[in-house]
Nanobody, 124 residues
Framework: QVQLVESGGGLVQAGGSLRLSCAAS????????MAWWRQSPGKEREFVAG????????EYEESVMGRFTISRDNAKNTVYLQMNGLRPEDTAVYYC?????????????????WGQGTQVTVSS
């Protein structure tokens, strides 16, 4: 059983930056593909970014390309999401997820474990 705990959310003005962290415990972190998802009120959960088990492969949702960067530190069992150039439409609860797969899969039911989420609010 893998436990995921997100941190780093908060309130920021448009154009600002935040760095989300997700600490994993209870499993072999390096064997999981990791991803960040988000959900805002009235909308479906949306894939944001994913990273393969080694960190050599990443994938991004089109609207965050060039602004967000996902990375991982397998020695620290942690995955990060650096968010720059934040926009009001990025406002959502951001969730960390782990898939028992070596590769990134942007399909939510492929993810076995989810964190509790962290709120990101971007003011205009």
């Amino acid at each position: 059983q893998v436990q995921l705990v997100e941190s780093g959310g908060g309130l920021v003005q448009a154009g600002g930056s935040l760095r989300l962290s997700c600490a994993a415990s209870g499993g072999t972190f390096s064997s999981y593909a990791m991803a960040w998802w988000r959900q805002s009120p009235g909308k479906e959960r949306e894939f944001v970014a994913g990273i393969n088990w080694s960190g050599s492969g990443t994938e991004y949702e089109e609207s965050v390309m060039g602004r967000f960067t996902i990375s991982r530190d397998n020695a620290k069992n942690t995955v990060y999401l650096q968010m720059n150039g934040l926009r009001p439409e990025d406002t959502a609860v951001y969730y960390c997820a782990a898939a028992n797969d070596n590769y990134v899969v942007p399909i939510d039911y492929e993810y076995d474990y989810w964190g509790q989420g962290t709120q990101v609010t971007v003011s205009s």
